[in-house]
């Protein structure tokens, strides 16, 4: 695709790489069929090429309107075009370059600002989130409908692993899974121990900077990446954190991320690189070590499957991939392996390449597209009729459960659940 960017834009960071990513689309349109918008929509502007156009639109200079801003907005960022795209084009780079730009040059309705600032605020702030969390889990039963389905129930907690081990990793501190779903940190560690490895959250370390570099706040995701940056590095230069273990693939995606994030960070971009090339979702991390410790998996295959036959964890489930994990980290199939060489009878789901509505904040900001999605996502994992669902980001845990008949649980409790 031709370009001629503004010259506001054309020279700076920003403008370089977005039209490098313009130039690889021809305009072929394949990205369209996989867009979940676009399938609900029906509205051209409202697929990847669309949006696309909208995009080189804005930074060729043309005027910028709210509705260029409503049609990025209904992106989900999911990816999926990415995955779909035959030229290469990077989507997910491009979007955060265009919204950004949009922000600064069309004033969002008050109600909007509020909301994004609130969600901004709330949700990377753990002390405030946490207590509110708890707060709603007391009282969740007497919550109206639709606050309720942002508060997970209480599921079963797994015992803290009092083992300790030279071998090494890092997880996240994270901002809300802990005060949402406690037990898949803790699941984690009983994983990790079960191989004999320690597993380290550090204090100082928190948000990955996603949910404020997608509300449009560059500066303060930068900042937050930065402080996990230097939280993690003392563990990694001096080589004693094998890996960092992800748990979230929303969280997962961004830290692989941050060698992109921070290139143009002198003091971080070294550092950014390294931490990124040693990030890895959990599945990955536990498929390297089964497929090299032999042991293990002839103890875990069996604990797993006595469990299943005495009905303590559910058998035969439908797993739901991430579009962070599999659009985004481009990890496919890995939990699938992990779970079926575990002894578990994964069920055939139809269209598991699409988004199920979550999306980090979009279901709070897109709500009716959002549950839209969640409706087709539930029939398509339902069909095979699964006794639970299996997922492995909280997001898309959460959105899930708010809509289930059957339970939805990262696939990490059952296996500890199955180990304890
Ligand atoms: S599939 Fe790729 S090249 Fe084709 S229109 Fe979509 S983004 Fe552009
Ligand atoms: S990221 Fe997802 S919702 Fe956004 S344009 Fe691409 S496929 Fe469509």
Redesign the pocket.
């Known amino acids: 695709?031709d370009t001629q960017l503004a010259d506001w834009i054309k020279d700076t960071r920003h403008g370089k790489e977005a039209e490098a990513i313009l130039r690889?689309?021809?305009?072929?349109?394949?990205?369209?069929a996989t867009c979940p918008t676009y399938q609900i929509l029906g509205d051209e502007l409202d697929s990847?090429?669309g949006r696309?156009y909208l995009i080189k639109q804005v930074l060729e200079g043309q005027t910028v309107t709210r509705k260029t801003q409503v049609h990025l907005d209904r992106c989900l960022t999911c990816r999926n075009?990415?995955t779909?795209?035959?030229?290469?084009?990077q989507?997910g780079k491009l979007i955060d370059i265009g919204r950004k730009v949009v922000e600064e040059r069309v004033e969002r309705p008050a109600g909007e600002k509020m909301m994004r600032q609130g969600l901004k605020g709330l949700m990377s702030n753990k002390p405030l989130f946490n207590a509110g969390m708890a707060a709603g889990k007391m009282v969740r039963g007497l919550l109206p409908e639709a606050l309720q389905k942002k508060v997970p129930a209480k599921r079963p907690m797994p015992r803290t692993p009092a083992g300790s081990h030279s071998r090494q990793v890092i997880m996240l501190n994270g901002c809300v899974q802990p005060g949402m779903m406690p037990s898949i940190d803790v699941a984690t560690s009983v994983l990790l121990d079960a191989a004999g490895i320690q597993t380290r959250v550090l204090a100082e370390s928190g948000c990955c900077g996603a949910v404020k570099y997608h509300l449009n706040d560059h500066d303060g995701g930068l900042a937050q990446m930065k402080a996990n940056i230097d939280a993690w590095w003392p563990m990694v230069e001096a080589g004693h954190a094998e890996a960092l273990v992800m748990n979230a693939s929303g969280c997962g995606v961004t830290v692989k991320e941050y060698d992109h994030l921070l290139a143009h960070e002198p003091a971080y971009a070294e550092k950014a690189k390294r931490i990124s090339a040693i990030t890895m979702d959990i599945a990955e991390f536990l498929a390297q070590e089964l497929h090299n410790n032999t042991a293990l998996r002839d103890k875990l295959a069996p604990q797993v499957k006595q469990a299943i036959d005495r009905g303590l964890i559910p058998g035969k489930i439908a797993f739901h991939p991430p579009c962070t994990l599999q659009h985004g980290m481009k990890v496919k199939g890995v939990v699938e392996n992990v779970l079926t060489g575990l002894g578990f009878n994964l069920t055939p789901v139809a269209d598991s390449h699409l988004c199920c509505g979550s999306a980090g904040t979009y279901s709070v900001l897109q709500p009716e597209i959002s549950n839209e999605l969640k409706k087709r996502k539930l029939d398509n994992l339902m069909a095979g009729q699964p006794q639970a669902i299996a997922s492995c980001n909280i997001g898309c845990l959460t959105h899930l459960e708010s809509g289930a008949s059957v339970d939805v649980r990262h696939w990490v409790e059952w296996v500890a659940q199955a180990i304890q």
Do not use: A, N
Not at 24 to 32: A, E, I, M, Q, R
Not at 84 to 89: A, E, Q
């Open positions: 695709m690889k689309c021809v305009h072929c349109g394949f990205c369209t990847p090429r696309i075009c990415e779909t795209c035959p030229s290469g084009v989507y």
